[in-house]
């Protein structure tokens, strides 16, 4: 399983942050995903970098983003320890609304 970190501007108005964590929801690659913070969202697939870029892009083409594969070990950052758990976790246990926050 793969682990992405989609970063997007929140305050595009196309699309707007709704519209993009339902597109995440609902893209057939998405196993499971987690918005840590405004224009954040984590995201697990065993897709690859290669499938899920095509699947993404033009959904996203109106506005600015990155789409980056996070490697377990290789990432540093100020986040709860339940993200990260969830982060390297390889079968994680679904997200729950307390883990996933109030935009999920």
Request: aromatic residues 14%; proline residues 11%; glycine residues 4%.
């Amino acid at each position: 399983m793969f682990n992405y970190l989609l970063s997007y501007d929140p305050f595009s108005s196309d699309p707007t942050s709704e519209k993009l964590i339902e597109f995440v929801r609902s893209n057939t690659y998405t196993i499971q995903f987690l918005v840590p913070f405004a224009g954040t969202i984590f995201i697990k697939s065993h897709a690859s970098l290669r499938e899920l870029i095509p699947s993404y892009t033009p959904f996203l083409r109106p506005t600015r983003f990155t789409l980056t594969v996070l490697s377990p070990g290789l990432v540093s950052g100020l986040i709860p320890l339940d993200y990260w758990q969830w982060l390297n976790a390889e079968q994680p246990a679904p997200v729950t609304n307390a883990l996933a926050g109030p935009m999920l």
